[in-house]
C-alpha cells in the first residue's frame, strides 16, 4: 500500500503557485527525503500533507484517507516534528512527552510505556527531570523527534531535523532516524545533501512548484550524469529556474 | 476535554516563570507597601487601604494580558502550536487551555493582594469573597487581550505592548493612582468609556458594600469581557489560519 499518494496537488498563493499539480507517491516503511532550493515548494507539500494548509485544487491520500475530506482521520495517522524544536521550555522533558501522550489519547498505563520505549531508544533518561527549555540544541531535537513519535504516527514528517546541530549531535541523531527506517513512513525535507544520500531509500526534488525528479541517489546522479548528489540538485534545481 | 491537557501545561508554564512571579506579584506587593507608607506619612484619601487594596489587585491583574500574550506567541514562534495543530486537537481546545487556567491565577493572585492589605491594615470582611467573584469578569478581559495580542504580535512586541503600554495606560486610566475625575474632561470621559476604570470601582463597591454601585460597573465589565474573548477567539483562529 502507498503511504502518500498527491493527485495534482496544487496550492495558490494570490498569484504565486506554491505548488503546481504534484503527483508524488510514497510507499509504506520508506524514508523520503524532499529536497528543494528556498521557494521550491517543499514547506508548502508538507503542510498540505500534514494538513496545515488546504490544498487549492487536488488531493492527497495517506494511508487511503483523504486530506480534503478528512483531514481529522489524516491527523491521526501523522506527526510532524517542525524546523524549530516545538517544545514547551518549562516543562520537563518527562512532562513534555506526557503531554503528548494524553493528547493522543494514551491511557496513564499505555503512556508511561512509551514514555519508556521512548526514553530508552532517545537516550533520553540523564535529562527526563530537566525543563526541556535547558536542553542543548541536540538534546531539543532529540525530544522533538520522540514527542512526535510518541503518538506512534504511521507516517512520520521530518522538517530539517539536524539543523544548526555539530557534527557529533547530527550523527547521533542520524543513527534516530535511521532506526526508524521500515517501522514507520518518513518524509525529511533536508537541505543537506549528504543527509539525504544517507538516510533516504529515495529522492525528490521539487523546484518552481514542481517536482523535478523523484529516485535513489544513485539514480538521480545518472540522470543528470553528475558524480555527486550535490552535483545532480544543482543542476536539476538550476534548470527549474531556466 | 483535551483543553485539561494544555490547561495543565498553561498552568505550570505560567508559574515556573520566575518573571512571571517577580511582576504579578512581587510588583504589585511592593507598590501597595510603597504606598501605605507614604500614606502613614502624608495621608491622602485614594491612598487609604480600603481603596488603595481593592484597585492595587486590578492593577496586578492586567499583567496577565502580559503572560498570556507571551505564552501564545513564544508558542507560535518555536512553532509549539504548528506541532499541535498536526494533532486532532479543535480549536476550542486552544483556547480554553489558554484562557481556563489563567483563570484560577488570577484568583490567587487577587487572593494575596487582598491578603498582604489586610496586613497592612484592610479589615476583613466576607465582602473579600465577593470581591474575588467579581474580580472573575474583569482577569477575562486581561487574560483574552493577551490571548488576542498573543495571535498576533510576536514575543518582543508582545513586551512592549503588553508589558509597557497597556499596563501603563490601564493603570492611568483605572483611578487607581489618581483620581480621574481632578483630570476631568476627555480624559475622564475615556476613563469611564473603557473597562479599567469600571474593574476598580467595581472592587472598591463590593469590599465596602456599596451595592447599588455594583451593577453599573459590572455590565461595563462584563460587557468588555464577552466582547474580548470574542476578539481572542477570531484573532487565534485567524493565526491558526495563517499557519
Redesign the interface.
Known amino acids: 500500500m502507498n503511504a502518500i499518494e498527491t493527485k495534482a496537488l496544487t496550492k495558490q498563493y494570490k498569484d504565486v503557485t506554491a505548488v503546481n499539480n504534484l503527483e508524488l507517491t510514497v510507499r509504506e516503511g520508506e524514508l523520503f527525503a524532499l529536497l528543494g532550493v528556498n521557494g521550491a515548494g517543499k514547506t508548502t507539500t508538507i503542510k498540505m500533507l500534514?494538513?496545515?494548509?488546504k490544498p487549492t485544487s487536488g488531493d492527497a491520500i495517506l494511508l487511503g484517507k483523504s486530506v480534503t475530506g478528512e483531514p481529522?482521520a489524516v491527523?491521526?495517522l501523522?506527526?510532524?516534528?517542525?524546523?524549530?524544536?516545538?517544545?514547551?521550555?518549562?516543562?520537563t522533558v518527562r512532562?513534555n512527552l506526557e503531554?503528548m501522550a494524553?493528547?493522543?489519547d494514551c491511557d496513564k498505563t499505555e503512556g508511561k510505556a512509551r514514555i519508556q520505549r521512548l526514553s530508552e531508544a532517545f537516550g533520553l533518561e540523564p535529562v527526563m527531570k530537566k525543563?526541556a527549555g535547558k536542553l542543548s540544541g541536540g538534546w531539543q531535537r532529540r525530544l522533538s523527534i520522540a514527542?512526535?513519535l510518541i503518538?506512534e504516527p504511521k507516517i512520520l514528517f521530518l522538517d530539517e531535523p539536524t539543523l544548526g546541530l555539530d557534527v557529533l549531535a547530527r550523527s547521533e541523531l542520524w543513527e534516530v532516524i535511521r532506526d526508524l527506517k521500515g517501522k514507520i513512513t518518513v518524509i525529511l525535507t533536508t537541505h543537506y545533501m549528504e543527509e539525504a544520500e544517507a538516510l533516504s531509500d529515495r529522492i525528490g526534488v521539487m523546484g518552481a512548484g514542481h517536482l523535478l525528479c523523484v529516485g535513489t541517489a544513485e539514480e538521480l546522479k545518472a540522470q543528470t550524469g553528475k558524480e555527486t548528489l550535490e552535483e545532480a540538485f544543482i543542476a536539476l534545481a538550476k534548470g527549474a529556474r531556466k | 476535554m483535551?483543553f485539561t491537557?494544555?490547561g495543565?501545561?498553561t498552568w505550570?508554564?505560567t508559574l515556573?516563570?520566575p518573571l512571571n512571579l517577580a511582576f504579578g506579584l512581587g510588583f504589585p506587593l511592593v507598590i501597595l507597601g510603597l504606598l501605605s507608607a507614604i500614606q502613614a506619612n502624608v495621608p491622602v484619601e485614594l491612598f487609604r487601604i480600603e481603596q488603595l487594596g481593592p484597585g492595587v489587585t486590578v492593577f496586578g491583574l492586567s499583567f496577565m494580558t502580559l503572560f498570556s500574550a507571551l505564552l501564545v506567541s513564544?508558542d507560535r514562534?518555536?512553532?509549539?502550536l504548528?506541532?499541535?495543530?498536526?494533532?486532532?486537537?479543535r480549536p476550542a481546545d486552544y483556547i480554553l487551555g489558554y484562557l481556563l487556567p489563567m483563570i484560577p491565577i488570577a484568583l490567587l493572585q487577587t487572593g494575596v493582594c487582598y491578603g498582604f492589605a489586610m496586613l497592612l491594615g484592610l479589615k476583613w470582611t466576607v465582602r473579600i469573597l465577593l470581591c474575588l467573584a467579581l474580580s472573575i469578569p474583569t482577569a477575562i478581559i486581561f487574560i483574552t487581550m493577551g490571548l488576542f495580542f498573543g495571535s498576533l504580535l510576536n514575543d518582543k512586541q508582545v513586551g512592549g505592548v503588553c508589558g509597557a503600554l497597556l499596563t501603563n495606560l490601564s493603570a492611568w486610566l483605572s483611578g487607581i493612582w489618581f483620581d480621574v475625575a481632578l483630570v476631568g474632561g476627555a480624559f475622564k470621559k475615556l476613563a469611564a468609556l473603557l473597562p479599567f476604570w469600571h474593574g476598580v470601582e467595581l472592587q472598591r463597591a463590593a469590599y465596602a458594600g456599596n451595592y447599588a454601585a455594583i451593577p453599573s460597573h459590572l455590565w461595563w465589565v462584563l460587557g468588555y469581557a464577552v466582547a474580548l474573548t470574542a476578539l481572542a477567539v477570531w484573532a487565534f483562529l485567524h493565526q491558526m489560519k495563517k499557519?
Open positions: 500534514s494538513c496545515l494548509t481529522e491527523k491521526r501523522i506527526a510532524v516534528s517542525p524546523q524549530e524544536t516545538a517544545v514547551a521550555p518549562k516543562l512532562e503531554m494524553e493528547i493522543a525543563p514527542l512526535a503518538i | 483535551k491537557v494544555l495543565k501545561r505550570k508554564e515556573r516563570d513564544k514562534t518555536s512553532a509549539l504548528l506541532r499541535l495543530y498536526t494533532t486532532p486537537l499557519n
